[in-house]
């Protein structure tokens, strides 16, 4: 059985090369060990064997309604084990993956409904009311629904595609540089743009995951991240290369988390974002550490938060660096080395340059670039837009718009964002994706969407507002004016308004300038209200 061998630097760079792609990866092990448990989820247990059959069931039924390969597939499905099959599914098919944000309405998903023109959507029913009102103006020949096939619109039901007659796998060749995804990334100065995912790229980063989780056979890991993160994916891939079991929960509760962890006999703890901090305001008990967890593992670990999670919980943290565009992890530091996020891995060459490209002395700041060391590891491009690709690159290397600096002995620290992206909760935010549907309040003549910290580790929003010419702005109508037109987690926290904003010649707003501070802005939560999955609820 292909499985990862011991890490060393020799043979997490021969694993690149060598293991199957991912379809290869998922016959053999059902194959070899049909019985494994795979993933699990509400109680009921899922086999490796079942997941292969299932996905090659999906696979031949959306094939039979007339999907070939290359085919773009929109998901916007619920965290259950009949996405983690069609996900499968799909890259068994060679049909092209573009996972959406399941809180996505509106602007957002008319978005990518219309970038990506796909051919097909997969959906849960019960987000029939977000997709409706974008399907006339897409591109969507073929609508599958999980939940039934009556709804505003006929579709066909996704338990057709469960229980195909076919389960033989698919006919069609997977190669290593086939594209199975389009990951869209947040929006920087412009729209979300879709970074092309070939077979190989999508595992260069699980393949870092058995030295940065301790990954070992017989393993369980609580599985909460979703699947419309690319790390949400990669998890499952990881769990081809080292037979883990998935614990799968519905979403991370920090209330809830280590008793899920206990019930489950988990090995691991994955986080990203602000997850450690809350974790850590959670009351102490006499379970903290009373569990099976030798590893907390991610990317988002404060130099504050570091020590105390390991005194408290006991364990070791590993955290990681990597980016959407090409791989999940590109630095791992397994060593303990305190707000560290590692050495590059032995298949990519990272440096840290100027705002010229040259490479600056060790200890200076500034921006993280990545190139894979083998061919069809480097930035493959984003979809129908070669302007934004030919700007993300340098001399042959991938500018992150990150900043970072290496320290004498090669570790990478990340130091932040150069691009206009915010992180909430875990969620990469486009400020232009908000700063568009805000701006066309009539009572706004200009805003712009800023970061200011969240106490967490990560980022709050926070809109500054121009009111146009004769127009008074309430705080609160504002936000309620937003609750229908875009997902919960962009609507603003924090409302200031400002006479003129400071400007570049051309005109674009210096963000820069703006105060970082909440200091006399208006703040949802303090006026009593919060933002739930849904509304804005007092």
Known sequence: MALLPAFTP???QETVCDLPTIRGLLEERAEKDPEHIYCSFAGQDYTIGEIDRRAN??????????????????????????HVAVLFALAKAGLVRVSVNIYFKGAALAHMLGHARPRALIVDASHDEQVEPELDRSSVEILVRRGGASGPRPAVDFARL???????????????????????????TGAPKGALRSDKLLRAGPVAYRPLADLRPGDVMVNWEPFYHAGGTAILIAALMVP??????????????????????????????GILHLLLKQPPGPGDRYHR????WGGGCPVEVWRRLEERFGVRVHEGYGIS???????????????????????????????????????????????????????????????????????????????????????????????????????????????????????????????????LGDDDLKIVIKAAAGRRLDPLELIKWCEPRMP????????????????????RIRKGELPPTTAGCW??????????RKRVVS
Request: glycine share 10%.
């Open 325 to 455: 565009e090409i791989a999940n992890f590109v630095t791992i530091n397994c060593d303990g080395r305190v707000g560290a996020v590692g050495r590059p891995l032995p298949y990519f060459d990272v440096s840290v340059a100027d705002d010229a490209g040259r490479a600056v002395p060790t200890g200076e700041l500034g921006e993280i670039l990545i190139r894979g060391r083998e061919r069809g590891l480097d930035f493959l491009g984003y979809f129908e837009d070669p302007a934004a690709t030919s700007a993300a690159m340098r001399n042959g290397w991938f500018r992150t718009g990150d900043l970072g600096r290496f320290d004498a002995d090669g570790y990478l620290h990340f130091a932040g964002r150069k691009k206009d992206s915010l992180r909430r909760r875990g969620v990469n935010i486009s400020a232009w994706e908000v700063e568009r549907v805000i701006g066309e309040h009539e009572a706004i003549e200009e805003c712009a969407l800023i970061a200011v910290p969240s106490g």
């Open 244 to 273: 883990i079991t998935l614990a799968m929960i519905d979403r991370f509760s920090a209330s809830q988390h280590w008793r899920q962890i206990r019930e489950a006999g988990a090995t691991q703890l994955h986080f990203i974002g």
């Open 488 to 507: 919960y987690f962009q609507i603003p926290r924090y409302v200031a308004f400002i006479e003129e904003f400071p400007k570049t010649p051309s005109q």
């Open 57 to 82: 069931q999906i696979a031949n039924g959306l094939l039979e309604l007339g999907l070939r390969p290359g085919d773009r597939v929109i998901l916007m499905l619920d965290h259950h084990p009949e």
């Open 10 to 12: 020799q043979a997490i």
């Open 162 to 188: 469960w229980e195909h007659a076919n389960a033989a796998p698919p006919p069609v060749r997977i190669e290593p540089d086939t594209v199975l995804a389009i990951n869209y990334t947040s929006g920087t």
């Open 523 to 532: 703040d949802l939560e303090a006026s009593g209200y919060r933002i739930d």
């Open 293 to 296: 967890v030798r590893v907390a």
